[in-house]
């Protein structure tokens, strides 16, 4: 890094999927400790409640409605942000969903819908920040998950997208900090299951409604990790004790691994039939709660 990272009260920061879960996390925090937000998501209603709710807390914020599977409009996002402030210091690709269902169950519609959200709309989101990020030095943070590194069964096409995403930033990685020596920084986070809506906005393909494994981590811990990468340069960041088991497991007893993998597949089912089993991959479903039911 050539340029040191600024403190996040001088950063103008751009989170994607911020209406829910770690992205309104990550900008709650963010707001709290002074950074300008840029804020996209799908839904404009809960968008617009969003960012006049920091606005009412003397917190700047701009909203911008959003489907990062679509080029176009993440330059919008981009555009936005030069519009109100003038720049970029921290792009965070946070957008994602997943899919409960055999890898065998899930339709190809349904699954190219996944990586058009989380693989390609993290590519999109990388390859629009990078020249405003070049310019003045910056952050390039993307969300990736303990699934980028260990497959998990149930979540087979989500496990690959996040494999995908991991492919793409390390090799980016290389080419911008390494190849090009430009003052970017290029991090992967990849949180353990976090205390998020995640489950009850996936496509379900099971008879039972989703929920994730024990123990989650706060959405806030998992910013508070996203924020750290925006002021000190950082290459892989994990959040939680069991992702970093769980990572060292795979790697050291892969065949252990595969059988114990075995167990995650009640662990991911609650004991009632599905609720909305179509979720939000194809429209926003997001209503401004950062944690899953039972939280806030």
């Not at 404009?44 to 176009?72: C, I, K, P, T, Y």
């Not at 899930?106 to 390609?120: G, K, P, Q, T, Y």
């Not at 379900?204 to 806030?220: C, F, I, T």
């Not at 795979?250 to 252990?256: A, E, F, I, K, Q």
Request: hydrophobic share 45%.
């Amino acid at each position: 890094m050539s340029s040191p990272l600024k403190p996040l009260n001088r950063q103008v920061i751009v989170i994607t999927g911020a209406t829910s879960g770690i992205g309104l996390a990550t900008a709650q925090e963010a707001a709290k400790q002074g950074a300008q937000l840029v804020l996209a998501a799908r839904g404009a209603d809960v968008l617009d409640a969003v960012v006049a709710r920091f606005n009412a807390l003397g917190q700047e914020a701009v909203g911008v409605v959003a489907d990062v599977s679509e080029r176009a409009q993440v330059e919008r996002i981009a555009e936005a942000a030069i519009a109100r402030f003038g720049r970029i210091d921290t792009w965070v690709n946070n957008a994602g969903s997943t899919i409960y269902g055999r890898v065998d169950e899930v339709s190809e519609a349904d699954a190219r819908r996944l990586f058009d959200i989380n693989f390609w709309g993290m590519v999109h989101g990388s390859l629009v920040a990078l020249p405003h990020l070049k310019r003045q030095g910056g952050a390039l943070i993307n969300l990736g998950s303990e699934a980028s590194e260990v497959a998990i069964p149930m979540q087979g096409m989500y496990s690959a997208s996040k494999h995908a995403v991991k492919g793409f930033t390390d090799a980016l990685r290389i080419e911008v900090e390494q190849l090009d020596e430009a003052p970017v920084s290029v991090t992967l986070i990849e949180p353990t299951a976090v205390d998020t809506p995640l489950p009850q906005h996936a496509r379900n393909y099971m008879d039972r409604e989703p929920k994730l494994p024990s123990p989650q981590v706060d959405p806030h811990q998992v910013a508070a990790a996203i924020l750290h990468a925006a002021v000190v340069p950082m290459r892989t960041v994990r959040v939680g004790m069991m992702a970093d088991i769980d990572v060292m497991m795979d790697r050291l007893l892969p065949g252990v691994s595969d059988r114990l993998a075995v167990f995650q597949v009640p662990r991911q089912q609650q004991d009632c039939p599905p609720r909305n089993p179509d979720g939000s991959l194809y429209a926003s479903r997001a209503d401004g709660r950062i944690y899953g039911p039972g939280g806030v």
